[in-house]
């Protein structure tokens, strides 16, 4: 597992398939601000809620100059039902092999009901117009989390 990313730091690059099939990569936001979150599943609860809560304030932080990508192990199917279901309009991408939620230190150990297993970490990391970390989360909580890195972004003052 990776070490987790700190501000400064240069965001590991990608290129992954959207909920299109289209391929779309970290370098394909070079010059604006991008907030890449990774959440665990497609269409479950907490999951849902929060890609809606990027959908519902998107033209503000589009406005803000900011894009937004969200990133899963779903298959490209289950992403492009997933984003009809709920009108998401910005890109889902398929991290099936979790290689970049791993480089991004967002993909490790995790404990549920006394159980303890390898899997996806909801984590948001903001990436600046020069491909550097400028905000890293992890363990962020599904309801709520827009609005507070809204709040660390100085969005809402």
């Not at 398929?94 to 984590?123: F, P, Q």
Request: with cysteine; net charge negative; hydrophobic share 40%.
């Amino acid at each position: 597992m990776a070490e987790r990313l700190m501000p400064g730091d240069t965001a590991p690059d990608f290129t992954l398939q959207d909920q299109t099939g289209n391929s779309v990569g970290l370098s394909d936001f070079r010059g604006r601000k991008t907030i890449v979150y990774f959440y665990p599943a497609a269409s479950t609860p907490g999951c849902t809620k929060e890609a809606c809560d990027f959908r519902d304030t998107l033209a503000s932080l589009q406005a803000a100059g900011y894009g937004v990508v969200g990133i899963s192990p779903d298959p490209v199917k289950d992403l492009a039902n997933f984003a009809e279901a709920e009108a998401l309009t910005f890109p889902l991408l398929s991290d099936a092999d979790h290689a970049v939620a791993d480089a991004y230190a967002a993909w490790g150990e995790k404990k549920n009901y006394g159980k303890t297993y390898m899997g996806l970490i909801r984590s948001t990391v903001v990436v600046d117009e020069d491909g550097k970390v400028s905000l890293a989360q992890y363990n962020v909580r599904a309801t709520g989390h827009v609005a507070k890195l809204r709040r660390d972004l100085k969005l809402d003052t």
